[in-house]
């Protein structure tokens, strides 16, 4: 079972217990966050295709931590 989702203009494969990185979120860790642009999902074969978006359909994901980039000093 997987979806394909879409997020900040970036389409996303995920099944469930898997851990993605996401740009560019501004929730707390902990938190949960729910992805509701699912365009594609698969239920043991039966795939199901949306027009961009299935309607009624959403990811839900939890925040585990934020990640930042090295420091660049420029002179």
């Not at 966050?33 to 839900?60: C, M, Y």
């Amino acid at each position: 079972m997987y979806a394909i989702v879409a997020v900040n203009n970036r389409q996303y494969k995920v099944k469930q217990g898997q851990e993605i990185y996401v740009d560019l979120q501004t929730s707390e860790v902990g938190s949960s966050v729910k992805f509701d642009q699912v365009l594609l999902a698969d239920a043991d074969g039966s795939i199901t295709v949306g027009t961009p978006a299935l309607k009624n359909a959403s990811e839900t994901a939890s925040v585990l931590h934020h990640v930042q980039g090295d420091k660049v000093i420029v002179f």
